[in-house]
């Protein structure tokens, strides 16, 4: 290589001679310098030993370095169905949304509109009766990569979709006039796992939902009748969570214009939607048992404590607590809780359907994040926990996995409980040691959680993990001596009494670990950019039905770009793909299905998107 | 080399004669495009990926990034005989993107190997590419003069493919690459300098020599 022309330093712009001379032995490798300067070089080489040597060296390293060019790495056979797979996938975007569109302009249609488009897909609790349409277009196979290796073909045969139990795909998507609308497709069919997702089609069906307001997050009730909005009303500081009921009567026509008219019906009050019985009787594995000797310090008692004690490490604050009050609208609309900002990823639905729960706190910066529950039914959402300390982990049936920062001489760490909201009790488990958020398979088994320090947010009062590890361990067998306190009474090894596998380290914004409800055998892991935690990167992972083990050398989903927030259900996973940062493209939804016949893939609507889980 | 290059991305491609990509996106083009390009660089992008990462799983999925930018945008290349360094600096694009995030929060892939536990035969084999005192330093000078460094020496990039491929001006690539080999003379003295000294200490506690090479898991 040679390069010509670049332009001479002043000779007196150097800190001194040994320096520049260096630079210029260094410059001249890669092609001639001025004429003075290397008279000037060469003189300078003449009387200085350490500046010959520092020349002797450039060209040695230049020789090493082309050494390691005889050592060309191979690529992975299978680069270039990757490649064209991908490509493939790209251009399926291009054919729908316009080929001669630059990428910046692929969502034009909605942009002169003035109009933010806001998907959100109701995938995961969605159950059979709840399709909404039969027009469904079989995904395309063709053109999709199924060779390995070749390196030859972009367009390979077409490829066998795999079949599944038809499901359906609902987004919602914001007009013109700021007004919300359901979307929907039924999907039965995906492409296999080693070809390049298939497409799904249109919707099938659309009509209006009244968000009230803006929608940061949906959630989708199990029996399909509600959703539950979390949103901010433009402002982080008023946030609320409101519970919707679902019309799906007010059908239209997808090409149909957004209507202006409201709903089409107001909501019946949440007492009118069918309730659910309340289970109080859990099935848990970790459930301390009644025959844990006693240890004598510890305090509170291992039998159940009430949930509105705190945690023993942080007295509560009585004048500090979000406001829950049930305000419902005209359209029906109730809002379970308001004036909070809610924390984390965690929230979620009980695999029964009968409770929400979520973390949240104060949207004034008063106090720190508690645990709130909705039963189905209520007028509004009640603080599980008051120690503003406590972050939402998920649910063992319909059992409340929690967890609250405590002070340890060795920093601020994490003591896990179990929290029945039906009876409003809360057990410890400390023999579940050090475990911040902790998410429980069905089974009790194991849980992903944070194992580590933890810190004290700045922007607002909370808790963080600060150096540790997110981590597969195991959840009711740890080998430490249970207590009666949230404290381990003895220091244990936890990494190996708890098997932990590391799934990430260092300090982390958000994650977001989820198991497939009841069989439990997948695990999908969402972990937050540090920049942007709206924005992350997920895998799924399969689970042996029989030991529990999980796949961890395979994953179906490798750290796929998702945004905060997806689905996983009985045999599918939905997230949302954000746009390229570069502008290049678009986002979308895309959706991983199983069954027993073979997995794959399909993607709906291109988009700005949120998926709700 | 440029000849070439016209004609296997251009003229056969129906690029306007060759004479400039830039144009309207059409999608037969733009994947024969890529599908000749690929054939021709992926290796080679594949190599610099893993010689920038040290990393082959990533290295792999950068490289099939790289070349869907490559097709997304493959109508913004002026001129075909520039294809080469313009592939080069997307695959760099892509690569200081991902160090850039790595900088951040340092993903460790889930390998389901635990803590001590025998490098994969993935990572030996790399390592067997890859070890040595002379990639050590590499990793520590900064990205951009790695990169400056690995194009120019091994990848054999022209003065103004260099520019190109690291979206400076040529008197700038210059001066990054003139730094690179200062910066990597002294990484590299220091590698030396503390391998030496491993070295000595072995030998006093009469252990012999201490591996090195990369397969031992010395580092």
New interface residues.
């Given amino acids: 290589?040679?390069?010509?022309?670049?332009?001479p330093r002043r000779p007196d712009a150097w800190s001194d001679s040994h320096d520049r001379a260096?630079?210029r032995a260094?410059?001249r490798?890669?092609?001639p310098i001025d004429a003075d300067e290397a008279a000037w070089l060469d003189d300078h080489l003449a009387t200085c030993g350490a500046c010959r040597q520092?020349d002797a060296?450039?060209a040695a390293?230049?020789l090493?370095?082309?050494a390691?060019?005889e050592?060309?790495?191979?690529?992975?056979r299978d680069?270039?169905a990757?490649?064209a797979a991908?490509?493939e996938q790209?251009?399926s975007f291009?054919?729908r949304t316009g080929?001669?569109r630059s990428?910046r302009s692929l969502l034009a249609p909605y942009a002169l509109l003035s109009a933010a488009l806001v998907v959100a897909v109701v995938v995961g609790t969605l159950t059979s009766s709840r399709h909404l349409g039969d027009d469904t277009t079989t995904p395309s196979g063709a053109g999709h990569s199924t060779t390995k290796g070749d390196?030859q073909s972009?367009?390979p045969p077409a490829v066998t979709p795999v079949p599944i139990p038809p499901r359906t795909v609902e987004w919602i998507t914001q007009d013109s006039n700021g007004e919300y609308r359901i979307q929907s497709a039924t999907v039965d069919e995906v492409c296999p796992a080693e070809a390049q997702p298939c497409d799904t089609t249109a919707a099938a069906e659309n009509h209006p939902v009244d968000l009230n307001g803006d929608a940061k997050t949906v959630f989708g009730s199990p029996d399909g009748k509600a959703i539950i909005v979390v949103g901010d009303n433009g402002s982080p500081q008023t946030g609320k969570v409101s519970v919707l009921k679902v019309n799906r009567t007010a059908v239209a026509s997808p090409s149909a214009p957004p209507s202006l008219a409201p709903t089409a019906s107001p909501l019946a009050t949440p007492t009118a939607s069918p309730t659910p019985p309340p289970t109080p009787t859990p099935t848990i594995r970790p459930t301390p048992s009644p025959t844990v000797p006693p240890t004598p310090t510890p305090t509170p008692p291992i039998s159940p404590t009430p949930p509105t004690s705190p945690p023993a490490s942080e007295p509560a604050s009585p004048s500090a607590s979000v406001d829950i009050s049930a305000s419902p609208s005209d359209d029906g609309t109730v809002q379970i809780a308001h004036d909070v900002i809610v924390v984390g990823q965690a929230a979620s639905y009980s695999p029964t359907g009968a409770w929400f729960a979520f973390t949240a706190r104060p949207a004034d910066g008063s106090a720190g994040p508690d645990i709130y529950a909705w039963r189905v039914g209520d007028a509004e959402a009640h603080p599980m926990t008051t120690d503003h300390r406590s972050e939402l982990g998920g649910w063992i049936g319909d059992v409340i996995v929690g967890s609250t920062a405590i002070e340890t001489p060795d920093g601020t760490q994490a003591a896990s409980f179990i929290l029945d909201p039906a009876t409003e009790k809360l057990t410890y488990v400390p023999q579940t040691g050090n475990a911040w958020r902790p998410s429980v398979d069905p089974f009790g088994r194991q849980a992903v959680y944070w194992a580590g320090h933890l810190r004290a947010t700045i922007d607002a009062p909370g808790f963080a993990p600060q150096s540790g590890r997110l981590v597969l361990g195991s959840w009711g067998t740890g080998n430490s001596a249970p207590t009666d306190g949230p404290f381990p009474t003895a220091p244990v090894d936890q990494?190996k009494d708890r098997h932990e596998?590391?799934?990430?380290?260092?300090?982390?914004n958000d994650w977001d670990a989820r198991w497939e409800p009841n069989a439990g055998t997948k695990l999908a892991?969402w972990?937050a950019?540090?920049?942007d935690p709206s924005f992350g990167?997920l895998?799924l992972?399969s689970v042996d039905p029989f030991d529990g083990r999980?796949?961890?050398?395979n994953?179906l989903i490798n750290?796929r770009r998702a945004k905060a927030g997806y689905a996983i259900a009985e045999g599918r996973l939905v997230w949302a793909e954000p746009a390229p940062?570069?502008g290049?493209?678009d986002g979308g939804v895309l959706m991983f299905a199983w069954t027993d016949k073979g997995s794959g893939e399909i993607e709906t609507a291109p988009g700005d998107v949120i998926v709700i889980r | 080399m440029a000849g070439a290059l016209h004609n296997q991305y251009g003229i056969s491609r129906g690029f306007g004669g060759g004479a400039a990509v830039t144009g309207a996106w059409e999608k037969d083009a733009a994947a024969g495009f890529v599908e000749e390009l690929f054939a021709a660089h992926h290796g080679e992008i594949y190599a610099y990926l893993i010689r920038m990462l040290r990393d082959p799983e990533l290295a792999a999925d950068l490289t099939q990034d790289a070349f869907v930018k490559a097709y997304r945008n493959y109508n913004v290349l002026e001129k075909p005989e520039n294809a080469r360094a313009w592939l080069y600096q997307i695959a760099h694009r892509v690569a200081l993107d991902h160090i850039r995030r790595q900088k951040i929060v340092r993903f460790m892939p889930w390998t389901g190997e635990s803590h001590g536990a025998a490098p994969s035969t993935e990572r030996l084999v790399m390592d067997a590419h890859l070890s040595g005192d002379l990639q050590r330093a590499l990793e520590k000078i900064p990205e951009r003069q790695r990169a400056a460094l690995l194009l120019a020496e091994l990848h054999d990039l022209t003065g103004l493919e260099l520019a190109s491929a690291l979206g400076v001006s040529h008197v700038a690539a210059r001066a990054l690459l003139t730094r690179a080999r200062e910066s990597l003379r002294q990484a590299l003295a220091s590698e030396r300098a503390a391998e030496a000294d491993a070295e000595a200490q072995a030998d006093a506690a009469g252990l012999g020599m201490t591996d090195r090479t990369g397969t031992g898991g010395s580092r």
């Avoid at chain 1, 590391?502 to 300090?507: D, E, M, V």
């Fill in positions: 290589m040679s390069l010509r022309g670049g332009r260096r630079f260094a410059e490798l890669d092609g520092a060296d450039y390293q230049r090493e370095l082309r390691l060019a050592r060309q790495p191979v690529p992975p680069l270039w990757r490649t991908a490509i790209e251009a291009r054919e080929a001669r990428p390196g972009i367009h990494e596998v590391t799934i990430a380290a260092g300090q982390m892991v972990i950019d540090a920049n990167r895998s992972y999980v796949d961890l050398k994953p750290a940062a570069d290049s493209g």
